[in-house]
């Protein structure tokens, strides 16, 4: 079975500065992708990045990046010059066979002025 | 582009009284769209896969007669929550996977829909 596992509820980061957030999972599968979404107070959920399993190269999307760690099983999401605008509940996703999400339980954003 | 929509966004019921929510995919077609339920402070959790022109696929737990879903076209998935009761209160978000888009298995997401039953 398929688990995706976010250990840090909630984070907390000042303007400008930069945050990680942690994301492990587990799969039997080879090649998949994996992505980290967020949720903010509107509840729309807008895909920050995706990752593609058999790329060795981190995915980078501006102030976004990830470190993926593929015999780890470990995803995690960087942050940089992180803005007001980013505060919101982050969700690592791991598709399933039919393509459907796993989420993680999610991490909530604070970025404080 | 890629974008999806649901109605109503908000709904308030009687218990007892069903329900119905609208999935449409706006500007591409959806042959696999997904309903997830997410409860207040918690992630969200798949409750079924819906494939135009057949039966749902639930998860385990999902009740099938309470909780019914029709894909009938490329565009439009509904579900309806049938004899609603308070425990039923939710946000409810569906999502569309746009097969032309090949294998980067991105899903789409609605605005989701608030559901209250009294």
């Known amino acids: 079975a398929q688990t995706v596992t976010q250990s840090q509820p909630e984070m907390s980061v000042q303007e400008a500065e930069t945050v990680t957030l942690s994301c492990t999972y587990d799969t039997s599968e080879n090649n998949y992708y994996l992505f980290w979404y967020k949720q903010p107070p509107s509840r729309q959920m807008i895909l920050v990045i995706r990752?593609?399993?058999?790329?060795?190269q981190n995915a980078t999307e501006n102030r976004f990046s990830v470190n993926f760690q593929k015999a780890a099983k470990s995803f995690s999401l960087k942050i940089s010059d992180s803005q007001l605008g980013d505060t919101a509940m982050y969700f690592c996703?791991?598709?399933?066979?039919?393509?459907?999400?796993?989420f993680g339980k999610g991490t909530s954003l604070l970025v404080t002025p | 582009g890629a974008v999806v929509s649901q109605h109503p966004s908000r709904v308030i019921c009687k218990s007892g009284t069903s329900v119905k929510i609208e999935c449409r995919s706006l500007?591409?077609?959806?042959?696999?769209m997904f309903w997830y339920r997410q409860f207040p402070k918690q992630s969200l959790m798949l409750m079924a896969t819906s494939n135009e022109g057949s039966k749902a696929t639930y998860e385990q737990g999902v009740e099938k007669d309470k909780f019914l879903i029709n894909h009938a076209s490329l565009t439009l998935s509904t579900l309806t929550v049938t004899s609603a009761h308070p425990e039923d209160s939710s946000f409810y978000i569906c999502s569309a996977r746009d097969h032309s888009r090949g294998i980067h298995n991105e899903q789409f997401f609605g605005p989701g829909t608030r559901l209250t039953v009294l």
């Open positions: 996703a791991l598709p399933n066979s039919g393509y459907a999400l796993n």
């Open positions: 990752q593609e399993a058999y790329k060795q």
């Open positions: 500007d591409f077609q959806a042959t696999t």
